[in-house]
């Protein structure tokens, strides 16, 4: 299983961003998918999650407004889409697949990319 994760990247506040997760060897038709993030020195925090028909997202209070996840079945790749970036949205986003959904506990996925950086500048 090798879940990869991209996008992230320096933006300034109220930037946006667009991360992707893609799967190189199974399908995200066949789990439910989710984006955590974990900032220096905190503990890595729940931000949404995509069913495993992609016909429904649930978000964390912290971005529900301002993201919006997403998922294209040709390219086989989910994606977080983030507006408004303020800098305590500055973490290490990671992606992972789980069986359930909605599940906003980390232990509950069980795999999980390697995790891209955003940081946002004040």
């Known amino acids: 299983v090798q879940l990869q994760a991209s996008g992230g990247g320096l933006v300034q506040t109220g930037g946006s961003l667009n991360l992707s997760c893609a799967d190189s060897?199974?399908?995200?038709?066949?789990?439910?998918t989710g984006w955590f993030r974990q900032a220096p020195g905190k503990e890595r925090e729940f931000v949404s999650a995509?069913?495993?028909?992609?016909?429904?997202?649930y978000y964390a209070d912290s971005v529900k407004d301002r993201s919006t996840m997403s998922r294209d079945d040709a390219k086989n790749t989910v994606y977080l889409q983030i507006n408004s970036l303020k800098p305590e949205d500055t973490a290490v986003y990671y992606c992972?697949?789980?069986?359930?959904?909605?599940?906003?506990?980390?232990?509950?996925?069980?795999?999980w990319g390697q995790g891209t950086l955003v940081t946002v500048s004040s």
């Open positions: 995509i069913s495993r028909r992609g016909d429904s997202s």
């Open positions: 060897t199974r399908s995200f038709s066949d789990y439910a």
């Open positions: 992972a697949t789980s069986r359930f959904f909605p599940s906003r506990t980390a232990r509950q996925y069980d795999y």
